[in-house]
Nanobody
Framework: QVQLVESGGGLVQAGGSLTLSCAAS????????MAWYRQAPGKQREFVAI???????NYAASVKGRFTISRDNAKKTVFLQMNSLRPEDTAVYYC?????????WGQGTQVTVSS
């Protein structure tokens, strides 16, 4: 059984920074892509960033240049460094991890950016 535990969310002022973490545990032989999504109140969940097991990354246009995704394969952990945060970044952030032929979701962590 695979579990994803997220941490690092919180309240920050506009222009500030936060780093989210998502650690995978359980019966895991290897991890494929690792990604972050977010869901703002009243909106659909949207893609934020992804990193594959080779280290290649891709970002949503709205966060490119401000957010950085990275991973530590030994610790089975994915990170999202968020800089220059804006009120519109306020959302619940979810990690998504591909293991074998399945994807798993974290429980979500709240990020609130005040203006």
């Amino acid at each position: 059984q695979v579990q994803l535990v997220e941490s690092g969310g919180g309240l920050v002022q506009a222009g500030g920074s936060l780093t989210l973490s998502c650690a995978a545990s359980g019966s895991i032989r290897s991890i494929n892509a690792m990604a972050w999504y977010r869901q703002a109140p009243g909106k659909q969940r949207e893609f934020v960033a992804i990193i594959n097991n080779g280290g290649s990354t891709n970002y949503a246009a709205s966060v490119k240049g401000r957010f950085t995704i990275s991973r530590d394969n030994a610790k089975k952990t994915v990170f999202l460094q968020m800089n220059s945060l804006r009120p519109e970044d306020t959302a619940v952030y979810y990690c998504n991890v591909g293991i074998a032929f399945r994807t798993y979701w974290g429980q979500g962590t709240q990020v609130t950016v005040s203006s």
